[in-house]
């Protein structure tokens, strides 16, 4: 196994000055500032990463990326004296395999089910809206040009899907009105004709989607 070298605590990061630092291993620092934090590898870390779980940067956020330093490097969190290393460990693998399932898969061999990846579920409902409409705003009967009882909504055509489940859309946005029963926000995506919209002329806004 390579030795690693520590290094000294981080004074800038991409997400700020660090107000707490913690070297978990030689040359993986945990930092936390006033807005975010994460991991900060060495140069030796970053390169030991193994390409699979490789990020461009040093920096490894803490909602999500954090977990690729764990899985990279798991023998050595384990072996941690203190305790809790393994359940984040597993904590770790877990979240890899539903925010990251393509490099957890190239990484272990080991294939992802769509229930245990977010990422892939949403990958999956996109997909099966490629030539189709689907809402990317919506506003509730608040809206001077939505009535009583319906939310209007703003949708484009999906051409394709990103790697995260991300639709990309092309050409010129439609609107419509929609029972606010048949709308639900908390869907992967809304469909435009599955979710009964009635096209409409209007210069709706095209805001972020509410939760209506």
């Not at 913690?22 to 970053?46: F, K, N």
């Given at each position: ?106 990484f ?12 892939l ?10 030539g ?25 055509r ?15 946005p439609?609107h419509?009105?929609?029972?606010k ?32």
């Amino acid at each position: 196994m390579p030795q690693f070298h520590p290094i000294e605590r981080p004074q800038s990061t991409i997400w700020g000055s660090p107000d707490t630092a913690t070297q978990l291993l030689p040359g993986v620092w945990e930092v936390h500032t006033a807005s975010h934090g994460g991991m900060i590898l060495s140069e030796e870390r970053q390169a030991a990463m193994p390409e699979a779980l490789r990020l461009e940067g040093i920096s490894y956020e803490e909602d999500v990326d954090w977990a690729l330093v764990v899985l990279a490097f798991d023998a050595e969190f384990r072996r941690l004296p203190a305790r809790g290393f393994d359940l984040l460990v597993d904590n770790a693998r877990a979240s890899v395999k539903a925010w990251h399932p393509d490099r957890f898969t190239a990484f272990t061999g080991e294939a992802v089910e769509a229930k245990d990846s977010h990422v892939l579920r949403r990958r999956e409902a996109v997909s099966a809206q490629i030539g189709n409409y689907v809402v990317v705003s919506a506003s509730g009967d608040w809206a001077e040009w939505v009535p009583e009882g319906k939310v209007g909504v703003v949708a484009r055509r999906v051409v394709r899907v990103d790697a995260m489940g991300h639709a990309i859309y092309e050409g010129d946005p439609i609107h419509g009105l929609v029972d606010k029963a048949n709308y639900d926000s908390s869907r992967p995506v809304n469909g435009f004709d599955e979710i009964g919209a009635i096209p409409i002329t209007a210069a709706a806004p095209a805001t972020k989607e509410v939760v209506l």
